[in-house]
């Protein structure tokens, strides 16, 4: 039977961080008057609210994927703000019934690892997606899979913005509605989720799988001791 770890006590850290929770949001248009863009600004403002420290990702500039280096500029920005955060915000239009490229391409510049280190693993993920048309969930629930490849802990609630043209004033505020108060509740779960897990990311994320020695390791542990 494999070691068993501490399944318990290991939820309670035994400190607890005291800076603000950092949020790095991701928005998928280029256009001058972009929707998810607008939307992404409307949650940052409401992250800072509640107390978040915030980065938003300008994707203008950022090359397609495997087109150019890890080290380009844009490339290593991004980069440095997926480790730098504690929590992520993707927002996206809904594009013939996906995602758009400009959203996919800034999650495929995020690698699974980074030497010894994985960027995303275990920290919080919030997916909202924004639509010209009637409400629709498809970028949504590409989002979840893509968190999950990730290893994201995506929250449960999520935010899909029907009409977005009729939602958003001359200013680019979001006017009051449902769908205003979807996002108040999205960024509020956040951070419930992120300031709960942050701590214990490591622990939560944790494999046995990855613990596990592989049978040559194994046998030469074994044989050393038999010596």
Request: hydrophobic fraction near 40%; aromatic fraction near 6%; glycine fraction near 6%.
């Given at each position: 039977m494999p070691e068993t770890p501490?399944?318990?006590d290991a939820l309670v850290p035994a400190r607890r961080s005291s800076h603000a929770p950092r949020i790095l949001i991701l928005y998928g248009s280029l256009r001058e008057r972009s929707y998810s863009r607008l939307a992404a600004e409307e949650a940052a403002r409401i992250?800072?609210?509640?107390?978040?420290?915030i980065r938003v990702f300008?994707?203008?500039?950022?090359?397609l994927p495997d087109s150019v280096e890890?080290?380009?500029?844009?490339?290593?920005?991004?980069r440095a703000l997926v480790e730098w955060c504690e929590g992520m915000v993707w927002s996206s239009p809904e594009r013939h019934g996906a995602m758009t490229a400009i959203m996919k391409a800034q999650i495929d510049w995020?690698?699974?690892?980074?030497g010894s280190v994985r960027p995303t693993q275990g920290k919080t993920?919030?997916?909202?997606?924004?639509?010209?048309?009637s409400q629709s969930f498809n970028t949504v629930n590409q989002l979840r899979v893509l968190g999950r490849w990730m290893r994201l802990l995506t929250i449960p609630n999520q935010s899909s913005i029907a009409r977005a043209w009729a939602e958003f004033d001359e200013a680019g505020r979001m006017k009051p509605s449902p769908?205003?108060?979807?996002i108040v509740d999205v960024m509020e779960e956040l951070m419930k989720f992120t300031l709960l897990t942050r701590d214990i990311r490591g622990h939560l994320a944790d494999r046995y799988s990855e613990r596990k020695e592989s049978h040559a390791?194994?046998?030469?542990?074994?044989?050393?001791?038999?010596l």
């Open positions: 501490n399944l318990v992250l800072e609210r509640f107390g978040a420290e300008d994707p203008r500039d950022l090359p890890a080290d380009h500029p844009k490339v290593a920005e991004l995020i690698p699974l690892s980074l993920l919030a997916v909202m997606q924004v639509s010209g048309g769908y205003y108060d979807r390791e194994l046998s030469t542990r074994v044989n050393l001791k038999t």
